[in-house]
T-cell receptor
Framework: KNQVEQSPQSLIILEGKNCTLQCNYTVSPFSNLRWYKQDTGRGPVSLTIMTFSENTKSNGRYTATLDADTKQSSLHITASQLSDSASYICVVSGDGNNRLAFGKGNQVVVIP | EPEVTQTPSHQVTQMGQEVILRCVPISNHLYFYWYRQILGQKVEFLVSFYNNEISEKSEIFDDQFSVERPDGSNFTLKIRSTKLEDSAMYFC????????????FGEGSRLTVL
């Protein structure tokens, strides 16, 4: 069964600090891996999309990495802001946009 | 910036009632999707729709569910006879491409079945 596991489940960080979120997956075949940000009660918003050949991709203060050999990805948040408080969802595609495999999300809380 | 819009934002219904959730995908997108997220759980795929027909559906999408694109802009999800376990946030999404195309989600419709 295609699975996406994220860790830590939740974390609290001080404003201005960095943090790294982890994603391990067993989806096969692999098409691409996405990171989404989901504010409470809102729809997910795409941060990055990486295909097999991409190792890293940045979007502002967000930097995602991908190791397709070990089936691991990380999302690094630099100089966190209060608005970064959200759930960060790792999503893996094995067949285009059909049947995306979603992780449960990393719940990040940034405190002043 | 173009966006996916969903209505209603919140609907409360009695068990056994029919519910229709509406979505207006981004205008030049060709692929449409419904997902649901039960409170505290992960987002789950329901159905994908392309060229006026269902292209794939999950085990959750049983005979109680149906989708329709009644005109050139709306994309609807109908639940024929709601059950308590249908209570969830329902997200509509659309994409320009099927493969690596970015998926744009709406803000969701929260369905509460009493």
């Amino acid at each position: 069964k295609n699975q996406v596991e994220q860790s830590p489940q939740s974390l609290i960080i001080l404003e201005g600090k960095n943090c790294t979120l982890q994603c391990n997956y067993t989806v096969s075949p692999f098409s691409n891996l996405r990171w989404y940000k989901q504010d409470t009660g809102r729809g997910p918003v795409s941060l990055t999309i990486m295909t097999f050949s991409e190792n890293t991709k940045s979007n502002g203060r967000y930097t995602a990495t991908l190791d397709a050999d070990t089936k691991q990805s990380s999302l690094h948040i630099t100089a966190s802001q209060l608005s970064d408080s959200a759930s960060y969802i790792c999503v893996v595609s094995g067949d285009g946009n059909n049947r995306l495999a979603f992780g449960k999300g990393n719940q990040v809380v940034v405190i002043p | 910036e173009p966006e996916v819009t969903q209505t209603p934002s919140h609907q409360v219904t009695q068990m056994g009632q029919e519910v229709i959730l509406r979505c207006v995908p981004i205008s030049n997108h060709l692929y449409f999707y419904w997902y649901r997220q039960i409170l505290g759980q992960k987002v789950e795929f329901l159905v994908s729709f392309y060229n006026n027909e269902i292209s794939e559906k999950s085990e959750i999408f049983d005979d109680q569910f149906s989708v329709e694109r009644p005109d050139g802009s709306n994309f609807t999800l109908k639940i024929r006879s709601t059950k308590l376990e249908d209570s969830a946030m329902y997200f509509c999404a659309s994409s320009e491409l099927r493969g690596t195309g970015e998926l744009f989600f709406g803000e969701g419709s929260r369905l509460t079945v009493l």
